[in-house]
């Protein structure tokens, strides 16, 4: 399989439990790994043949901006799962990066991380 990766798309969003995350937003990161075969692709050097990566990137941003969630697992699956109708794509992994998240101890960084696929 060969992979189509962007990594670092990063927008705010306002998901989080407490108050003051949906108040005041923090920003989000994510990286895809699309799993697709780009032989066609490769061979017709047409973008009609591939994964838009800057689609997909765009549908990030969007989810990421859209309506507040309480829990990034539930984000990281939408993302998932729209990134999964794309033609073309066979699996997905998306790590979801929440740098900001209110722990309350020195940390680096939040991640949730899933893999999907088609069958």
Do not use: C, N
């Not at 697709?36 to 994964?51: C, F, K, N, R, W």
């Not at 859209?66 to 997905?92: C, F, N, S, Y």
Request: zero cysteines; charged letters at 25%; aromatic letters at 4%.
């Amino acid at each position: 399989m060969d992979h189509i990766i962007v990594t670092g798309i990063a927008a705010t969003g306002w998901h989080g439990v407490f108050d003051h995350e949906r108040r005041d937003g923090q920003t989000f990161v994510v990286d895809v790994d699309l799993g697709v075969d780009i032989a066609t692709a490769a061979a017709s050097d047409d973008l009609a043949d591939t994964v838009d990566y800057g689609a997909v990137a765009a549908e990030v941003v969007a989810i990421i901006g859209g309506p507040p969630r309480d829990l990034i697992e539930t984000v990281v699956t939408e993302i998932a799962d729209r990134l999964l109708q794309h033609a073309g794509v066979l699996e997905v992994t998306v790590s979801l990066h929440k740098p900001e998240a209110p722990v309350g101890v020195p940390f680096d960084d939040v991640i949730v991380r899933v893999r999907r696929t088609t069958t």
